[in-house]
C-alpha cells in the first residue's frame, strides 16, 4: 500500500499549494479598491436584481472563504471580508457566488445534478474513511472491502468531477456580469479574472486527486 500514501501526500502538498496561492491572492486583490466603491453586499444584490433574483438573500457568514450559495433556502451567504469589503477579490467572489443563483434559477442541469447528489456524496464521505481503515486491517480476509470502499470513492469522484463545471460557469457568468456592467473593467477585471481561477484551481486538484485514488482502489480491487 506504499503507493497509497505516495498518492496521498503528493496530492495533499498540491493542494496545500494551490491554497496557499489562492489565499495570497484573495489578500493581493483585497489591498486593491474597487473603483466603483461597492461592498461585496452590494455588488451581490446589484448581480441579483440585474437577473430578476430579488427573492435570492443575501448573509453573512463566519469565517475566512467561507463563501456560498445555498439552493435549499435560496441564501447568498458571504464571509464577512467579502460582505463588507470594498477591493476586488470581494466583487469578484460576491460575483461569483451570486452566479450560482443565477445557475439555480435557469435550472443550470449540472448544479441540479450535483445537488441531488449531495445526500448520496456525504453518505459515502463519512463511511469512506472508516471502510479505508478497515479494508487495510482485514484486507487479507474479506478482499471484498476494497470493492465497497472503491465505490464509495467512486461515488465523490463522481460529484467532485459534476462540481467543476459548476464552479467554472458560475465564475464566467461572474465575469461576463461584472464586465458589461463596467463594475469591473481592466486591471479590475483581469484582477477579479485571476482570483477566481485559482479559487477555480482548487477544485480541479482536488477532482485529480479523488480520481487517482479512486483508479488505484479499483485496480487493487480488480486484481484481488
Not at 486583490?29 to 441579483?48: D, H
Not at 477585471?189 to 479499483?218: H, N, R
Amino acid at each position: 500500500m506504499s503507493l497509497f500514501y505516495i498518492i496521498t501526500i503528493l496530492f495533499s502538498v498540491v493542494g496545500m499549494i494551490v491554497s496557499n496561492v489562492l489565499k495570497s491572492k484573495f489578500k493581493k486583490y483585497s489591498r486593491i479598491p474597487l473603483q466603483a466603491g461597492m461592498s461585496g453586499a452590494e455588488v451581490a444584490r446589484n448581480m441579483l436584481s440585474y437577473y430578476g433574483l430579488s427573492d435570492v438573500k443575501i448573509q453573512m457568514a463566519k469565517g475566512m472563504l467561507t463563501d456560498h450559495y445555498n439552493p435549499l433556502n435560496r441564501t447568498v451567504n458571504l464571509s464577512e471580508q467579502v460582505y463588507m469589503g470594498r477591493n476586488i477579490a470581494s466583487a469578484a467572489v460576491a460575483a461569483h457566488e451570486c452566479g450560482h443563483a443565477v445557475q439555480h434559477a435557469k435550472h443550470y442541469p449540472f448544479l441540479k445534478l450535483r445537488s441531488t447528489l449531495v445526500p448520496v456524496v456525504k453518505f459515502a464521505s463519512i463511511i469512506q474513511q472508516y471502510l479505508l481503515f478497515a479494508a487495510f486491517i482485514f484486507f487479507s480476509s474479506i478482499p471484498q472491502l476494497l470493492v465497497v470502499v472503491a465505490i464509495a470513492f467512486g461515488i465523490t469522484t463522481l460529484f467532485s468531477f459534476i462540481t467543476l463545471p459548476v464552479e467554472f460557469d458560475a465564475s464566467k457568468r461572474a465575469l461576463v456580469w461584472l464586465k458589461s456592467t463596467g463594475i469591473a473593467e481592466g486591471k479590475e477585471y483581469q484582477g477579479a479574472k485571476d482570483a477566481l481561477k485559482w479559487a477555480a484551481m482548487t477544485y480541479v486538484v482536488a477532482a485529480l486527486s479523488a480520481l487517482v485514488m479512486f483508479l488505484y482502489l479499483l485496480s487493487r480491487a480488480s486484481r484481488n
